[in-house]
């Protein structure tokens, strides 16, 4: 059974930085594209980042460009997410998926999903 579980997140100052992990179990990891989004009250679930199988190819909302970097551990079964200079508008549920093949930045390209993570940004 496919598990992925966030962690990392938390209440951060405007400025401030964070890192999430995402755990992965029940498949072999470096087959799968992993992607983060997010999801703030009242929105949509929106793409952030994502990254190949093997983490050459990575790709990113225009919202966290520059401030975002997705990186993953095939050795650890882990994908992570720095987040530096964080903005109130970062505030939102985070949410690791992955997808077995190439990356993508669509909701409905993601086979399965955590249960989030939350990440307040104060200003």
């Known amino acids: 059974q496919v598990q992925l579980v966030e962690s990392g997140g938390g209440l951060v100052q405007a400025g401030g930085s964070l890192r999430l992990s995402c755990a992965a179990s029940?498949?072999?990891?470096?087959?799968?594209?992993m992607g983060w989004f997010r999801q703030a009250p009242g929105k949509e679930r929106e793409f952030v980042a994502a990254?190949?199988?093997?983490?050459?190819?990575?790709y990113y909302a225009d919202s966290v460009k520059g401030r975002f970097t997705i990186s993953r551990d095939n050795a650890k079964n882990t994908v992570y997410l720095q987040m530096n200079s964080l903005k109130p508008e970062d505030t939102a549920v985070y949410y690791c998926?992955?997808?077995?093949?190439?990356?993508?930045?669509?909701?409905?390209?993601?086979?399965?999903w955590g249960q989030g993570t939350q990440v307040t940004v104060s200003s």
């Open positions: 998926a992955d997808r077995y093949g190439g990356s993508r930045t669509q909701v409905y390209d993601y086979d399965h």
């Open positions: 029940g498949r072999t990891f470096s087959n799968y594209a």
């Open positions: 990254s190949s199988w093997s983490g050459s190819n990575t």
